[in-house]
């Protein structure tokens, strides 16, 4: 039976669970909330790139990512930061959906799954 690891572990959840060669984000969303989808997107995926290098991985082994906007207008602006972003050849099964965020201020929350 393989083990759980949590990488930053806080009163309410961990930044990262890994079990097995699996790794779980939580859903990360941008600390600089005056920028628009375009730039509270690369700051999430800045931060999606430290914690994956924490848990000893990195983007081109991202499985799956659900990816949220509070308005779907936003989601070529989103797009074109991902795309730039994501490796080409290890593009991850992706989901993109509408919805409420946690606060107002929040445009995008991205969580990724990965191997390790």
Known sequence: MSSIERIGVGPRM???VVFGNLVFLSGEVAEDTTQDAAGQTR???AQIDETLKKAGT???KILKANIWLADMADFAKMNEVW???VPQGHTPAR???EAKLAAPEYKVE???VAAR
């Open 14 to 16: 961990s930044e990262a």
């Open 58 to 60: 990195d983007k081109t």
């Open 110 to 112: 991205i969580m990724v």
């Open 83 to 85: 795309d730039a972003w």
């Open 95 to 97: 989901a993109t959906v």
């Open 43 to 45: 700051q999430i995926l």
